[in-house]
C-alpha cells in the first residue's frame, strides 16, 4: 500500500528540514512513501489542491480536532487499510491556517497528533516520525536511536 503525504508548503525552518530530511531518509528503505509539497494559498485553494493530490487515495486528514490513538491503534488502522486492499492512505497536512471544512469533510479518518495545535511543519515531521515507528514495529525491528 502506498503512502502518500500531500503537506501545504515546503518546510522554512531549518529544525523542521532536517527532521524531515532525517526520517525520509530512514523510511526511503521501505520505498512505500511519496511527500508532495503543494503551494501555499487562500485557504480553499489550499483544500482544493490537497484534495485533488489525495484523489483516490485513504484521506487521513491531521487536525488537532481528531482522533488521538496511541502508536500501536495508528499502525493498526494502517494495517487494516493495507489488508482491505486500499490503493494507498494520503496524509494532508494544512498550512498555516488548518484545512478548511471541505477537507475535513472528505477525510475517511480525522487523525491529531496532539490535543495541541502543531505549527504545521513540526506536525509533518511528527508524522514521518510515527509512520518510520510503524514500520520497524510492522518488521519487529528495533526502533534506530
Do not use: N
Amino acid at each position: 500500500m502506498k503512502l502518500r503525504i500531500c503537506v501545504i508548503g515546503k518546510p522554512k525552518l531549518a529544525y523542521a528540514k532536517a527532521g524531515v530530511e532525517a526520517y525520509l531518509e530512514r523510511l526511503q528503505r521501505y520505498g512505500r512513501l511519496e511527500l508532495l509539497y503543494l503551494k501555499e494559498g487562500p485557504q480553499v485553494q489550499e483544500g482544493q489542491r490537497l484534495l485533488q493530490a489525495s484523489e483516490g487515495y485513504k484521506r487521513v486528514v491531521l487536525d488537532e480536532r481528531g482522533a488521538l490513538p496511541d502508536t500501536l491503534a495508528f499502525k493498526a488502522r494502517l494495517e487494516a487499510w493495507e489488508m482491505g486492499a486500499e490503493k494507498g492512505v494520503a496524509f494532508l497536512i494544512g498550512g498555516a491556517e488548518g484545512h478548511a471544512q471541505a477537507v475535513r469533510d472528505q477525510a475517511d479518518w480525522l487523525l491529531a497528533l496532539s490535543k495541541l495545535t502543531l505549527q504545521h511543519e513540526l506536525a509533518l515531521v511528527v508524522l514521518l516520525e510515527q509512520l518510520y515507528r510503524v514500520e520497524t514495529l510492522k518488521r519487529g525491528e528495533p526502533y534506530h536511536r
